[in-house]
């Protein structure tokens, strides 16, 4: 038996349909998460509803709702975009530079980079911290995740650079990650609530101070 050619594409019909329909739906996706996290980076993800996406995207309520379902997961899917940007920003280009000091170097330049565009307009971790140190649920959750994620990646670079011998080998890796972090913490605070000028070179000049501080004695 002898399958035409139009009967071929028209069994194909409905599956190309159906991608089509899914990935449309999946661009949608996209563009109201793009437009939720620039809503959050100004207001807070505690001031992120269905209706300001709705407006923002000029969609309707009901059409943003269908793609999340709640307020929360909207929330918790901002957080996952904002994390992933991240990661491909700070984390993987760090990646390609070699271990030790020269890949612990990379990722707080890459931090830095990125924590000098956020001066203007503002970060997810940070202002998350402050609307949810206090209200466990599935948002906290998903800022906790995401930011001990990272710690841990640092931390990690950290140990590579005491296997490699750069660092002395008695260095916490948990207080230079805490003391690194406290850095970026006083760079915001400055910067950006206080609108001092030079905070982006004290926090260089302070991470310098830490390699010096904790940096294995070289061989004369």
């Known amino acids: 038996m002898v399958t035409s050619t139009a009967?071929?594409?028209?069994?194909?019909?409905?599956?190309?349909?159906?991608?089509?329909?899914?990935?449309?739906?999946?661009q949608t996706k996209a563009t109201i998460i793009e437009s939720a996290l620039g809503l959050a980076t100004q207001i807070g993800l505690e001031g992120l509803s269905i209706g300001a996406v709705a407006e923002t995207t000029q969609m309707s309520k009901s059409g943003v709702f269908a793609h999340f379902g709640s307020r929360e997961e909207l929330q918790i899917s901002v957080v996952r975009e904002y994390f992933h940007r991240f990661e491909q920003e700070v984390f993987y280009p760090a990646l390609s530079v070699p271990r030790g000091v020269p890949r612990v170097q990379a990722l707080f330049n890459n931090w830095m980079q990125r924590v000098s565009?956020?001066?203007?307009?503002?970060?997810?971790?940070?202002?998350?911290?402050?609307?949810?140190?206090?209200?466990?649920?599935?948002?906290?959750?998903?800022?906790?995740?995401?930011?001990?994620?990272?710690?841990?990646?640092?931390?990690?670079?950290?140990?590579?650079?005491?296997?490699?011998?750069?660092?002395?080998?008695?260095?916490?890796?948990?207080?230079?990650?805490?003391?690194?972090?406290?850095?970026?913490?006083?760079?915001?605070?400055?910067?950006?609530?206080?609108?001092?000028?030079?905070a982006l070179e004290r926090a260089k000049q302070a991470f310098a101070n830490i390699l010096d501080r904790y940096g294995a004695p070289q061989p004369r």
């Open 7 to 26: 009967a071929v594409d028209a069994s194909h019909a409905p599956k190309a349909g159906r991608r089509r329909i899914l990935q449309k739906g999946q």
């Open 117 to 198: 565009i956020e001066i203007q307009s503002g970060c997810i971790f940070i202002s998350g911290a402050v609307e949810f140190d206090d209200r466990p649920g599935p948002v906290r959750d998903a800022l906790v995740s995401a930011f001990e994620a990272w710690m841990a990646a640092l931390q990690r670079a950290i140990v590579l650079a005491k296997e490699c011998g750069h660092l002395r080998p008695d260095v916490d890796e948990q207080q230079l990650v805490f003391e690194i972090h406290g850095f970026i913490l006083a760079l915001h605070y400055e910067a950006r609530f206080l609108k001092k000028t030079g």
